[in-house]
């Protein structure tokens, strides 16, 4: 098959097309894989912390609406418990921030090195270099569903059967279930960002509170899920990696040694 590699100086140019066997099988590549198990436990690491600072903003919340209920009720309530919850806030606040980046960029090393391993078994002509796999993370409107493509042609490409042709390779439902709920959980962040700025009055934290339920909720769901794409993609490529290695093994052993006289 013929492939297509990104530029080694730029790595969000359009991929180059070398010339290859369109015939099937694996083609020779100047690319080198590198097993992705060492970012997954980055991913699993950076993602693991997401879920406890998430867990950690639904008690917080559920604390907020009771406490606010009590206020709006008319009962007394502790100056002191009240300027708690502010101050939980904000350190619960900075610690999903922390979260997030730590999240993404270990997240986004893992795509970039699992597209180089896509493009190392020279089995599939891929449309998005390693640079714009993880890109489009970070373009408005464009990162609704391109990274998702993205993955996509990356699991197609690392298909260990070495048989890929366009369209021939299936998903499974991991993949879109995780990226819709990945724009789930991108589109419930923003409604709390917002929420957050109108709060006025405990009626409206109390809202803003159960949105941070939900969004959190959300977000779990979403770390979870790309905890186990990372982990199965790891898994499929090192087994694409080992029968590359074999086929090409065993080209090696079927050509006939050539005479230096």
Known sequence: MRRMEGSPLNPYAPPAVTAESTSGGRAPS?????????LVTAVTAALAFSVLVEAAVIVQSLTTI????????????DEEMISGIDDRNVLVGLSQVAALLAGAIAFAMLTYRASRNALS????????????????????????WKPYYAMKEIWQA????????PGSVEVPALLPVWWWAFVVHNLAGQITFRMARAV???GSLIS?????IASAI?????????????RTLAARQD???????????????????????
């Not at 690392?158 to 042709?165: E, I, L």
């Open 208 to 212: 803003a509170a159960h949105a941070d």
């Open 158 to 165: 690392s298909d260990p059967t070495g048989d890929v042709h």
């Open 200 to 202: 006025n009055d405990p």
């Open 121 to 144: 078994y020279g089995q599939m002509l891929m449309k998005f270099s390693p640079g714009w796999a993880v890109g489009f993370y970070f373009i408005p409107l464009v990162s609704l």
């Open 66 to 77: 009771s406490v606010m209920s009590r206020v709006q009720a008319g009962e007394e309530v």
């Open 218 to 230: 959300a977000t779990i769901i979403a770390a979870l899920l790309a905890i186990a794409v990372a």
């Open 239 to 261: 087994a694409c990696q080992k029968a590359a290695e074999a086929f090409r093994a065993t080209r090696r052993a079927a050509t006939p040694a050539t005479s230096a006289y």
């Open 30 to 38: 100047t690319e080198n894989y590198r097993p992705l198990f060492a």
